[in-house]
């Protein structure tokens, strides 16, 4: 009798704390909070070891040091490795709550080993891949005590003088927003608390990718129309997929900063689209607040910030300064700062560091799992499949394992660090196999000689340090020459090295620098047979050369493994599958250059009659488009049809076509669906992707490939600011390319 009653007791208790009546353990924490414990969560320091910005004033160590002991600094971020992260969290758990530390970091493409920079896995045209991946950098990560990466940047841009053009996935929303969703997938994974995943975090929140004439950090104005349609959707599918933070941009979008956007980051992210996570400035863009002229100063820079939704402040210190004395005040209510508090600490506990705030520090796991062979082989399968094939005449490509004589020029051939790429994390300064290395380990019996060419980069690289390109010391011109004189084939491998391109590093010239163009020229002279292999972190202007070059490959800065995946491609070990992510331009005057451009009033066409919307010295069109890349084999498409005449609410429409691998050898096609809305409340694009997919063909085999289409899926934000569609013509493509491809139409009913 005794047992039951004591049993029954035990049901009651456990019952009486059932959901409804469960205790909240972050809300209990926030309970026991002081002003100061809470304002100290909002506050982000960065590292000493490593600045991603400008670099504060005062010496902060010791105060930060200070801060973590007194529980007043909830997040640093550039603090790497099991040991760092592990002694920073001890000082913390010391403090008098014991509330652990976020550790953040730019975990962009690869924590130690280093995958092709995202604008060249978005090249791959497989999302999947970014999922797998972020699922290796987090893993890296997490061994080595970070919590959080400030990844993926999801932000579309259409400028290539952008520098940060290459952090993302180019042009297009469509899929931009997959490779979106997929990179948040990778990060966090099934479970935040697991061990080996980390917070991803959707940035930067937003339009930072169109900033008036590229120039990084510049003013954005854009209508609500192209924030809805273009800019938003990638944001919006980090939040499907989970995302757990999302950081402010720098810049003013109409003349109010992003930081201080109420209406988008608390009405949209955490109202309409109801994101639960929290939002972090970017580097000081609280305290920017004051350069854009909105906030006198520092204080009303918290304020603006804090009511907007802003959540943690990323080295402004607005919020360590002032945020006390506004609550104080009466100036802001203190249920914000609870907000925002709250948000933060049910991150840290998804991230399972209130359970164990150690998980993530473990100096074997780091020792076992960076540069793990498997991720050194999974950073080259997709190194490959990022290189895009531009032009391939005479089949000059692919290059002989035996018999030819190759001649391999150019500075960026020997590089072991540029192809790392920029925001390289915890990369090994030097440690990626270059292309001289990759080249010579694919050449049996065919000859090798390299030539260095003139001195491309004439100052130290880095993340911080301005570029210098050598314009006045030629030497090294005559001995590649030389060189290409007695080779078969030649191959240059001209471009940028990677700190010409990410943040601050815009530029107005997209043309190849230093003596890149008169190398290649004089290399033409003496041998026609040149393959142009690009290093670059954005589309560059090659239009003078292209009708004189044979064959051009974009290999981006393809990461750890970037000599073995480009030398796979150059000696057919594997054929190139790569599509463009953006619009290659032929000239930097047609910046911003983007396939889904409207039609206009007056659209030019072969005619190219004069009154209309043209350039008098060169045409419109890309130097090569959207979606566009060659193979070493050739592919047909045939037989396009459409399933139904109409589609109407509630119905799907599939749209199908058949693909033949015309050529010789094995190769994959990325089909492309394009529609174009014909009449509607708005002008829309003359061509958006609603579909793409990547087939592998044996030679003479065919496939039929069928796309499925549902009403919302056209869905656009019309003139009423309302998603939907109206009854009309929507023709519909299915091509290798933006510019090509089989044509039909259906009626929205
Ligand atoms: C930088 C970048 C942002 C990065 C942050 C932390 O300024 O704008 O993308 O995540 O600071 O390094």
Redesign the pocket.
Same mark, same amino acid.
């Given at each position: 009798m005794r047992t039951c009653i004591f049993y029954l007791l035990v049901l009651l208790l456990v019952t009486s704390c059932a959901p409804g009546g469960e205790s909240d353990r972050m809300e209990d924490l926030l309970e026991k909070m002081t002003i100061e414990e809470k304002v100290g969560q909002l506050i982000q320091y #960065?590292g000493r070891w490593e600045m #991603? !910005?400008p670099a504060p004033g005062n010496d902060y160590a010791q105060t930060g040091l200070q801060k973590i002991e007194s529980g007043e600094l909830g997040s640093m971020?550039?603090v790497t490795g099991a040991l760092a992260t592990r002694n920073a969290q001890e000082l913390a758990l010391n403090s008098r709550l014991g509330i652990p530390m976020i550790f !953040?970091?730019?975990v962009?493409h690869g924590y130690r080993t280093m995958f092709p920079m995202p604008l060249a896995e978005a090249a791959t045209w497989e999302p999947g891949l970014a999922r797998l991946t972020s699922r290796v950098a987090a893993i890296e990560a997490a061994a080595a005590g970070l919590h959080w990466t400030?990844?993926p *940047?999801v932000d579309i841009a259409r400028d290539a003088r952008w520098g940060?053009i290459v %952090?993302g996935s180019g042009e297009d929303p469509f899929l931009g927003s997959l490779f979106a969703a997929e990179r948040v997938k990778g990060f966090q994974g099934e479970d935040l608390s697991a061990n080996n995943t980390i917070a991803a975090?959707a940035?930067?929140f937003a339009a930072?990718g169109f900033v008036e004439g590229g120039r990084d950090y510049n003013t954005v104005d854009v209508s609500e129309h192209t924030l809805q349609n273009i800019i938003f959707p990638p944001f919006k599918a980090c939040v499907d997929a989970g995302v757990a933070t999302f *950081?402010n941009?720098?810049n003013v979008i109409g003349g109010v900063p992003s930081t201080g956007n109420s209406a988008m980051v608390k009405g949209l992210l955490k109202g309409s689209w109801g994101f639960e996570g929290f939002v972090v400035s970017? /580097?000081?863009?609280v305290g920017e607040m004051i350069e854009h002229g909105v906030a006198a100063d520092q204080k009303e820079a918290a304020q603006l910030a804090i009511e907007a939704g802003c959540d943690m402040d *990323? %080295?402004g210190y607005c919020y360590e300064n002032h945020l006390k004395e506004l609550i104080e005040s009466g100036e802001v209510a203190e249920a914000l700062l609870d907000e925002a508090v709250l948000r933060i600490l049910r991150v840290k506990e998804d991230l399972g560091l209130f359970d164990d705030p150690y998980k993530y520090c473990d100096k074997e796991r780091e020792k076992e799992l960076l540069l793990h062979p498997d991720h050194l082989a999974l950073a080259r399968e997709v190194g490959k499949r990022s290189l895009v094939l531009l032009k391939n005449n005479e089949a000059l490509l692919p290059l002989r394992k035996s018999g030819q004589k190759i001649a391999l020029i150019g500075e960026l051939a020997a590089e072991k660090d540029s192809p790392l790429g920029n /925001?390289r994390a915890q990369a090994i300064a030097n440690s990626a196999v270059s292309v001289l290395e990759g080249v010579k380990a694919k050449a049996e019996d065919s000859q090798v000689f390299f030539e260095k060419g003139p001195r491309y980069v004439s100052s130290e690289t880095g993340f911080l340090t301005p570029l210098e390109i050598n314009t006045t010391d030629p030497r090294g011109i005559k001995e590649a020459v030389a060189a290409a004189r007695r080779a078969d084939v030649a191959v240059l491998v001209l471009g940028e090295n990677c700190f010409q391109s990410a %943040?601050?590093r815009s530029v107005t010239d997209i043309s190849l620098k230093g003596f890149q163009k008169e190398l290649l020229d004089k290399v033409l002279e003496v041998n026609e047979n040149v393959v142009l292999v690009l290093m670059n972190g954005r589309p560059l202007d090659i239009s003078e050369f292209i009708d004189r070059i044979p064959a051009v490959l974009v290999a981006w800065h393809p990461g750890s493994e970037s000599g073995n995946a480009i030398a796979d491609v150059l000696f057919g070990d594997y054929n190139p599958s790569g599509r463009l992510p953006l619009s290659w331009p032929r000239s930097v005057g047609q910046l911003p250059l983007y396939y889904n451009a409207k039609n206009t009033g007056r659209p030019t066409d072969e005619r190219n009659l004069v009154n209309t919307s043209r350039y008098i010295d060169l045409s419109n069109d890309p130097l090569f488009p959207f979606g566009f890349g060659l193979s070493y084999t050739s592919f047909e498409y045939s037989d396009l049809q459409v399933s139904e005449p109409g589609l109407g609410a509630g119905e799907s429409i599939e749209i199908r076509a058949t693909i033949t691998n015309t050529g010789e050898v094995f190769g994959e096609e990325v089909v492309q669906l394009y529609v174009r809305d014909v009449a509607a409340s708005v002008s829309r694009p003359v061509r958006e992707l609603k579909g793409f997919r990547k087939i592998g063909l044996e030679p003479g085999s065919s496939d039929e490939v069928t796309f499925t289409l549902k009403p919302d899926d056209l869905f656009y934000f019309g003139a009423d600011r309302q998603w939907g569609i109206d009854p009309g013509t929507i023709q519909v493509w299915i091509g290798p390319n933006a510019m090509e491809g089989l044509e039909s139409s259906f009626e929205i009913q």
């Open positions: #960065t #991603t !910005g971020l550039n !953040g970091y730019d962009i400030f990844a *940047m940060r %952090e975090c940035k930067h930072y *950081m941009a720098f970017d /580097w000081n863009s *990323m %080295e /925001w %943040e601050a």
